[in-house]
């Protein structure tokens, strides 16, 4: 299995709701990420997570909450959240840096619209 | 200075020329960098993968880095409508985060 599995592929919440964004892969990578992609720019790092830990937050907003709960699967949880989320939200994962690192690979995205 | 930049502007290319897009980048420690292909509305697609100095070919794809001048470049060859997406370059930095450049359009004209 070489590939990162998203769900749901689409997503309309409104600004009051709770939802939650998943990923799973099976290729043994370490470390999982979430991004996120506005129309025409470059995917922008959210979160990553090593071992099943949180290594970096890029100052994203509470509104915004990961949760890795085993190795296989990573969750986004998403509460209050404003029109201006609305973007393409990306997993990857890869291996850790020092063993194999190779390129991330990507899921397919959830097309997040907030109303 | 951004961390990977690559020149701005869509590039044309007519069916069965080269493309050439390069890019550069500011951490002089990176040792992994890749060259990912998105087409419009999905998600980015790894191509390419180098991690020594000089060129590396899968297909008509070469990807070329330069470690000393900070740069990384990627030629299509016999270039496809198919091959009509944007380009990101991307580099692995410390902490296991993969920077992006802003990435270049590029558009096969048959």
């Known amino acids: 299995d070489t590939e990162v599995t998203q769900t749901p592929k689409h997503l309309v919440m409104g600004m009051t709701n709770k939802k939650s964004l998943k990923c799973e892969q099976h290729?043994?990578?370490?470390?999982m990420y979430w991004y996120k992609q506005k129309a025409k720019k470059p995917p922008e790092l959210m979160f990553v997570?090593?071992?099943?830990?949180?290594?970096i937050n890029e100052s994203v907003p509470s509104r915004f909450s990961p949760e890795c709960p085993n190795s296989s699967l990573l969750n986004l949880h998403l509460h209050a959240l404003q029109p201006e989320d609305s973007a393409l939200y990306l997993c990857?994962?890869?291996?850790?840096?020092?063993?194999?690192?190779?390129?991330?690979?990507f899921g397919s995205g959830t097309r997040l619209t907030v109303v | 200075q951004k961390e990977v930049e690559q020149n701005s502007g869509p590039l044309s290319v007519p069916e069965g020329a080269i493309a050439s897009l390069n890019c550069t980048y500011s951490?002089?420690?990176?040792?992994?960098f890749f060259w990912y292909r998105q087409y419009s509305g999905k998600s980015p697609e790894l191509i390419m993968s180098?991690?020594?100095?000089g060129d590396k070919e899968d297909g008509r794809f070469t990807a070329q880095l330069n470690k000393a001048s900070q740069y990384v470049s990627l030629l299509i060859r016999d270039s496809q409508p198919s091959d009509s997406a944007t380009y990101l370059c991307?580099?692995?930095?410390?902490?296991?985060?993969?920077?992006f450049g802003k990435g270049n359009q590029v558009v096969v004209i048959p």
């Open positions: 180098i991690y020594s100095n």
């Open positions: 951490d002089r420690v990176s040792q992994s």
């Open positions: 290729m043994g990578h370490r470390a």
């Open positions: 990857a994962s890869s291996q850790i840096t020092g063993t194999d690192p190779g390129g991330y690979t």
């Open positions: 991307a580099v692995r930095t410390g902490n296991n985060r993969l920077a």
């Open positions: 997570y090593s071992y099943e830990k949180l290594s």
